[in-house]
């Protein structure tokens, strides 16, 4: 519209409209403010490997028990066109779906492309996957124990879980037995040396049914070397792993007091997708995972990401990508 000589326009801000280049550039903003420590993230799935054993920071193997003694599978097989790669020495043993799509393996099995799954052997061995602290810092550690086997109408998965540290158990679970569903968890935090070895083991559940088949999915982050595990950190920082991701997130919260926190997760419009978590917090290193489902719980599409974490007095920010 033009106006008459001499006349001056009045801007009136429209309250349906927002400007929308301002929260992607507050993010950018914030990533600048809160790079991190340098860190890691091992992820079970993405570094699973027939190569060597141990391989890198994991081993697999199986124990009497657990947090007993771990004996390590010594046959690799890679695939030979049923879409695994697999270590065994005879029963118990553990395999990788590197196909693409779905496999039923014995056909009473639904293993989904990059999983990773285990089963017990008899006389109640477990099977066992150890994760080795490569350095005095704090592991941060997601572990999920879910069942795959009752494809076709087969019986379901009925094992048991059991994360442990150095022998001594964090948690354990069972799957379908007493009540317990098909599905079980855990994260925490632990200050670990290095050396130090965290175990996830899967046995019968006491009902000798080693040939139930159970998915792994286990990522721990960590900071480097020279980390103190119990001081807390000096400012408010967040990370993700791994990144990218083709499975769940591990974020990974530094508050330097305790307080309100709030955990968001953004596209890349900045549009909010999911509120993960919201509530009081204490000072120190805390980890939670996010499932990549948005708020509706369907599953987030591939592309580029951001976590946002506000706490009283500070913010953080992290871009990660989501890789299906």
Same mark, same amino acid.
Not at 139 to 160: E, I, K, Q, Y
Not at 274 to 279: A, E, I, S, T, V
């Given at each position: 519209?033009r106006l008459?000589r001499?006349?001056?326009?009045?801007?009136? !801000?429209d309250?349906?409209?927002?400007?929308?280049?301002?929260? %992607?550039?507050?993010?950018?903003a914030?990533?600048? #403010?809160?790079?991190?420590?340098?860190? +890691?993230?091992?992820?079970?799935?993405?570094?699973?490997?027939?190569?060597?054993?141990?391989?890198?920071?994991?081993?697999?193997?199986?124990? &009497?028990?657990?947090?007993?003694?771990?004996h390590?599978?010594t046959?690799?097989?890679? @695939?030979d066109?049923d879409?695994?790669?697999?270590?065994?020495?005879?029963?118990?043993?553990?395999?990788?779906?590197?196909?693409?799509?779905?496999?039923?393996?014995?056909?009473?099995?639904?293993?989904?492309?990059? $999983?990773?799954? /285990?089963?017990?052997?008899?006389?109640?061995?477990?099977?066992v996957?150890?994760?080795?602290?490569?350095?005095?810092?704090?592991?941060?550690?997601?572990?999920?124990?879910?069942?795959?086997?009752?494809?076709?109408?087969? %019986?379901? /998965?009925?094992?048991?879980?059991?994360?442990?540290? @150095?022998?001594?158990?964090?948690?354990?679970?069972?799957?379908?037995?007493?009540? &317990?569903?098909?599905?079980a968890?855990?994260?925490?935090?632990?200050?670990?040396?290095?050396?130090?070895?965290?175990?996830f083991?899967?046995?019968d559940?006491?009902?000798?049914n080693?040939? $139930?088949?159970?998915?792994?999915?286990i /990522?721990?982050t960590?900071?480097?070397?020279?980390v103190? %595990?119990d001081?807390?950190?000096?400012?408010?920082?967040?990370?993700?792993?791994?990144?990218?991701?083709?499975?769940?997130?591990?974020?990974?919260?530094?508050? !330097?007091?305790?307080?309100?926190?709030? *955990?968001?997760? *953004?596209d890349?419009?900045?549009?909010?997708?999911?509120?993960?978590?919201?509530? +009081? #917090?204490?000072?120190?290193?805390?980890?939670?995972?996010?499932?990549?489902? $948005?708020?509706?719980?369907?599953?987030? %599409?591939?592309?580029?990401?951001? +976590?946002?974490l506000?706490?009283?007095g500070?913010a953080?920010?992290?871009?990660f990508?989501?890789?299906?």
């Amino acid at each position: 519209m033009r106006l008459p000589r001499g006349a001056t326009a009045r801007w009136r !801000p429209d309250p349906d409209r927002r400007p929308a280049s301002r929260l %992607p550039a507050l993010l950018f903003a914030l990533v600048l #403010c809160a790079v991190p420590a340098a860190s +890691a993230a091992d992820d079970l799935r993405d570094d699973f490997s027939i190569v060597s054993n141990p391989n890198g920071h994991w081993s697999y193997g199986w124990s &009497a028990s657990p947090g007993s003694m771990l004996h390590l599978y010594t046959h690799p097989y890679p @695939n030979d066109g049923d879409g695994f790669e697999h270590w065994e020495t005879g029963i118990p043993a553990i395999m990788h779906n590197v196909s693409l799509i779905d496999q039923h393996p014995a056909g009473t099995t639904t293993v989904p492309p990059n $999983d990773v799954c /285990t089963h017990p052997g008899w006389s109640g061995v477990h099977g066992v996957v150890r994760w080795t602290a490569p350095a005095t810092t704090v592991a941060n550690v997601s572990a999920t124990f879910v069942g795959r086997s009752g494809w076709n109408n087969a %019986p379901l /998965t009925t094992t048991a879980g059991h994360v442990v540290h @150095n022998g001594t158990v964090l948690f354990s679970c069972l799957l379908n037995q007493n009540g &317990a569903g098909n599905e079980a968890g855990w994260q925490g935090s632990r200050a670990v040396q290095a050396g130090d070895s965290l175990d996830f083991a899967v046995g019968d559940g006491g009902n000798g049914n080693y040939y $139930d088949t159970t998915g792994l999915i286990i /990522t721990v982050t960590y900071e480097g070397a020279g980390v103190t %595990p119990d001081a807390a950190p000096s400012r408010v920082a967040l990370r993700a792993g791994p990144n990218p991701a083709r499975g769940p997130v591990v974020f990974t919260l530094q508050l !330097p007091r305790r307080g309100q926190a709030s *955990l968001q997760i *953004l596209d890349l419009s900045g549009r909010r997708v999911r509120d993960l978590f919201q509530g +009081a #917090c204490g000072a120190g290193t805390v980890g939670t995972t996010w499932d990549g489902l $948005d708020a509706s719980g369907r599953r987030v %599409p591939s592309g580029v990401y951001f +976590a946002v974490l506000t706490v009283d007095g500070g913010a953080a920010a992290t871009r990660f990508v989501i890789a299906r």
